[in-house]
Each structure stands twice: as structure tokens, then as C-alpha cells.
């Protein structure tokens, strides 16, 4: 049987990978991809949590997946709002690379 | 100099634009329904349909050659057709007819009379130059063939597309 | 593990499939047909009787056609596309109930609880394989396609999503057969007061419902790239859109992709507004088989019904200009598809419905 | 079944997770993460957690992901894969991230509650999405609402920022 433990481990793997992405990579759109990799590790495990938490009446407790809800959501909103950052970037400086754009004012 | 186009005012019912998207809707409705109950004239379906009982009266098809009522081709290779036709797809090797036959007098025959009818274009001049009436455009349309050899009506195809003819004939003509 | 479950729902899909391919291969016909027929034309009539084979010369000309890949493409995601254009729309059908029950079985093959979400998330991966298509292809007019097509599908999904959740507020639940229940108990959604003439609330409701109607079924002609929304592929300015590059098959794929795509619209169509398989009068499928026969038969009449209502509009309007699209959808749809929501919860309360 | 499943999914998730850090061409980046959020999604729904499945579908796979892949496609950005890698600051990050990991292997090993398997549940089909929904209407209203202003604020903030300057 699959136990709590396997989802967490894979949760915490995917987390390292998105991390590793984070460090390692230099290109802005990678390093947000990298982000939603985290997030998604975040969630994997609030749901897993959610799961094992059964309620006397016999039902998950849907509060985490009410966070995993909430994470998405502005997870959505900080997309939108880092691409148009990253596309005002790139009409500066024609660049996404993260070496290139190393001054705090334009 | 560019001539700007006014663009009408729309008042707010045409500005909608969903009662013009009703009736666009129903005009094609209108023809749909048409079609189905055959009330509009559509294409002829060809190869089950013909058009050979429509044809008109002086329908240009295939020229041809004819033969008068006494079997004789009326041809006696002038080369007027094959100077007149535009496309140039008439080609005529003429004969001599020999002083001793019954017909001296009338000279050459066609030994060889080719028609290209890849060239021909079905524009009738050689039968209006004709002197003797010999070549006709019949009623043929279904001209086909695989290779452009197929396509190169000899003689022989072209008598027997052309048939006989009745009426005047000139120098093949014994009492003329 | 239940067996017989199991052995059904395969059974299930294996003929639904068969069934929706095929009436895709002649929905292409019936498109020609009937665009010929609105032209004044004749149409495909030379294969078989009234050219009823057409579909199957069709599909042997795709399948025999030289399988052809251009030298400058990115050959993986070129290949890929194709697919992917293909695979979205077979699978939305899974959630749609075509029909009451059969000995016992429920005609739907997967009831899940969360049925048009489940609609929406596998209809908007289908944008993927338009845009890989365009991408692949390292093309001009292919990109622009693909690009022409990501905006516009992200555009008009906001509209299809928020125009059922009316039908969502009066059923109080994402199950599509919950839907198609509620229908036949309280009457079509399109015309809520079928059956309860005197209420007055349910004649207001017809008003919302109908907006509703209009701005999802533009969606779905937004979504499956018909013709007034067609702009990713419109022939006249980008030489075919995302699929110039592609030939024989593959061209296929996209194109029949595109049917499936109306296929499903036109259930999922069906299935909210125009009560699924209940026509009035005839009972479920657990009065005889006959009857769930019957009852699937209706389900694909309506949807026939409604993918010659597309093919009317395809030959009818005419494209929209690329601004003029995304206006109407951000400007007109969005705002009329969010008041008509708060329309129908007025109603609701005021009406005790 | 249900195990086989699980590492079908986990695998896949992490694979493609993987070719998203180590793609050397945007697209193909994008594409994985798709693929991985696909095989999230399954690994939701292998926790019943249907709503959060397919919300997670639509909302990753259908909308953000269409997003990147059109912002990518729009800057064109084929020509950054030439650019030469930095070895050291790769392996530093690299060991950062390994240090992180063998840190959460070590909390997980020491969770005792880890080693136990799933409760099981009431009734196979409960419906989540009636119940989320009374939660987020009910308990977590005001953050609900703060996330409706957090939303508008993020899509004014969008449009300003994506508007070229006009002098």
C-alpha cells in the first residue's frame, strides 16, 4: 500500500528539482517555471495531508484543499503579473537572462 | 489620391448586429430549403444527364468532314481551312487526282486530313471558309483520349464523325 | 475490483468511440453537402449512392498520401502536434451522458462529480496541439496561426465558463447527468417554462438562460476554430494557419480533430440547455431496452441538429477581423456572460426556484 | 493497482519535472512542466481529491502553461540556447538543492505517522465540491474575498505593466 511517507518523499523530490531549477538556471521564464514546480510540491503534499486527516464522519478535511485552492489561485496572479514583468523587461533590454539585468535602475 | 469611405452611422438596433445575423441566417436557410425541394437550377449532372436533346441548333462541337449523298468526300483539299484556322490544328496533305479518273476536273483530294484537337478552339471558321461545304462543326463534345495521339483526328475518324451530308454540291458535280 | 463494471464501461467505450468516429468522418460529408447545398451546388455525389462512401475515399487518400516531413522543422513537436490536436476532444466525450440506461447500464462512461470542469480542463489542453503545430512548423504563417490561436482560446474560455454557471446555480451540482435529471423534472433549460406555464419566474428565466445559450454556444465556435472565430487557420490571410505545413495524415488528424471538436460541443450543447437524451413523452431506458435505444437515438439527432446549426453559420457569416474578435470577447461576451450571472441568482431567490 | 499507479504517476511527474530544469530549449521546458502537472493532477485524484484534480488541469495545464508558451513564442527566445554554462555556480546550486533534500528525507524518516497508509473513507463518491465550496463560503470568506482583490490587483497590475510607454 502507498503510504503518507511515499507522498511526501516524491513531494519533497519534486520541491529539490524545483529548487535546483531556481539555482541553477538563468533564464527568468525557466526560474518562474521553476516556482510553480515548488508551489506544486507544496500542494502535492497539503493534499496528501488533506487525505490522511479523516474526519469522524468519514470525509477528508477539505481545509487543506481549500490552501491547495488558494495556492493555485495566486499562483495564477503571480504568473500574470511576472510575465508582464518579464515582457516589460524584454522590450528594455532584450533579454531574459537573469546575468544581463544586474542594475537596479533603468 | 485615396478617397476615404464614409462609414455609415449605425443606430443602436443595427449596431446589435444580431437581427442582420438573423436574416443573413435565413437567406442561406432560403436556398438550403430550395435545394432541397430541387426548386433551384443547379448544374447538370453530366455523365447520367446529357445535354445532346438541348443542344441548339448551330452548336459548335468537333468539325468533321462529310460525305455527299453519292459517298463521295466532299473535300477537295483547297487548304482554305487550314490557312484560316487561328490555332493552326488543320493540316492537309493534298492529292492529285489522276487525269484519267471521272473526276480530272476537280484536281486535288485530301490524301491526309489531320485535325489537332488539342489545338482546335471550336471557333467554326473553317466551315464558314469552306467553299464546298465539306467540313462541319457537329454536335461532338465529348472529345477524350489518353495521349495527345489519341487527340489527332485523322481522316477516317473525321468521316465518320461527319457522315453524310445533303445538299448543293459544287465541283464534284459531274454535270457541272 | 468490479468486473462487470469494468467489462460494461469497455464495451461502452469501444462503440461510443467507433460511433464518433464515425459520425465525424460524416460530419465532413454532411459539412460538404450542406455547404454546397446553401451555395446553390450539388456537392460530393459520385462515390457510392449520393456519395455516401466519400468518407471512406477521403480517409484512404489521407492514409495513402506520402507521409512528408519539411527539412526545417522541429521534427519531435511536428509529429507530436497532430496528436495532441486529436486527443482532447475523444476524450472530453467520456463525461457526457448520451443516453439513459441499456439493461440496467447508465449510457454515460464517466460520472464523475466534477463533470464540466473536467469538460473544461481537457477541452483547454486542446489548444496545445494548434500551438505546437504552429511552433514546429518554424514557419511564418504556421506561428502566427499558433499564436492567433492561444489568445483566442484563453480569450474565450473565461465566456464558455462563466455561461454555464446559471445552469450550475439551478442544478447545484457539476454532474452532467445530475443536469440532464433536473431537466427532465423541471423542463429544457433553454426553455425553462415548458410545462409550467403560469410561473412567472420561469418565464424571467428563459430571458438569462438564452443569453447564456447564445454566449456559450460562441464559445464553443471560438473553441472548435468554426468559421466566424476561425482566425488560426483562415485561408484567405494566413495560407491555411497552423496546419500549412502539414500533409497527408497528419493534416488529417487536425482536421478531423477539428470535427470531434464539434462533435463534443454540440453533446456538451445538448446535454446543458436541451435536456440531453429526455425528449417529452418518452420514458428512460428502465422501461424496456427499446426505450434506451430510443433515448440514445434522440441524444444524436439533437446533436445533429446542432452541428448543421454550426455548419449554417460557417457558410453563412462571414470571419471577424482579428481586434474586432478579442473585443468582442473581452468587451461584450466577458461583462454580459458576468451581469447574466447575477440575473439568474436574482431571479432564484426572488422566485424561490 | 492503486500502488503500480502511484509510482507510475510519481515517476512520470518527476521525470518531467527533471527535463524542465535541464531543457536547454524553452518550449520543450514548458511542455514538460505540462506533463508534469498532468501526472500531478493524477496523483490528486488518487487522493480523492477530484475538485483540486481538475482544477489543477484547467487552471496549470489549460491556462498558465498557454500563457508561458505564448510569452515564449512571443520574445522568441530560441537564440539564449547557445549561451555557454557557468560549471561552478551549476554545482553550487546543485549542491544547495541536494543539501535540501537529504534534509527533508531526514524530517520525513524521523515522521512517525509516515509509515502509516490512508484512512480509508466514508462513501467512495463524496462530493468535494460541495463541500469545498461551503468551507471557502463559509469559514475562509474574507480570505476568498482578499484572493478576488489580490486577482484584480495582479490583472491591473498585468495591463500596466505589458502597456508601451506612449510619449
Redesign the interface.
Known sequence: MVTLGDYLIVSGILFTIGFAGVMVRRNIIIILMALELMLNAANLSLVAFSRFHVDPSGAPNYNAQVFVFFVITVAAAEVAVGLAIVVALFRLRQTTHIEDITSLKF | MAITVPRPNLNWRERMFLPAIAAGLLITLKHFKNMILRRTKVTMEYPEEKWDPNLPEHYRGAPALVRDTDGRVRCVACQLCEFICPPRAIKIIPGEISKTDRFAKVEKYPEEFDIDMVRCIFCGMCEEVCPEQAIYLRKDYAITGFTREDMMHHKDKLLEIGGVMHGVVLKWNEKK | MDYFFIGTSLIKIVCLLGFVLGLMNYAVYAERRVSALIQDRLGPNRVGPAGLLQPIADAGKFLLKEQFTPAHVNKLYYWLAPCLAMVPPVITIAVVPFGSTLFGVPMVIADINVGILFVFAIASLGVYGIVLGGWASNSKYPFLGGVRSSSQMISYELSLGLAVIPIFLLVGNLRLTSVVQYQIDHGWLIAPFIGDWTNLGKWLLAIPMFISFLVFIIAVLAETNRLPFDLPEAEQELAGGYHTEYASMKFGLFFLGEYIAMITGSGIIVTLFFGGWHLPGIPDGSHGWIFGLINIAVFFAKVAALIFLFMWVRWTLPRFRWDQLMRLGWLFFFEIALVNIFVVAIILIYFHL | ???FL?WIF?LM??VF??A??INRN??A???S??V??LA?AA??M???????G???????????M??????????D?RA?EL?KI?WV??A???A???A??VQ??AV?GR?S???????????S????????GL??FD??NL?FQI?GV??L???I???M??R?ETR
Open positions: 493497482m492503486s500502488v502511484f510519481a511527474m518527476l519535472g527533471v524542465v530544469v524553452p518550449v521546458s514548458a511542455l512542466l505540462v508534469s502537472f500531478l496523483l490528486f488518487s487522493l480523492d481529491a477530484y475538485f483540486i481538475i482544477i489543477q488541469v484547467l487552471v496549470y495545464a489549460g491556462a498558465i498557454v500563457l508561458f508558451l505564448f510569452i515564449i513564442m512571443l520574445l527566445l539564449e549561451r557557468n555556480a551549476s553550487g546550486g546543485l544547495v538543492a541536494l535540501l533534500m527533508i528525507f520525513i515522521f505517522l509516515a509509515k502509516q497508509t490512508f484512512p480509508s473513507l466514508a462513501k463518491t463524496s462530493d468535494d465540491v460541495h463541500r469545498i468551507l471557502l469559514n475562509y480570505p484572493i489580490v486577482i490587483v495582479a490583472t497590475g498585468a495591463v505593466l505589458s508601451r
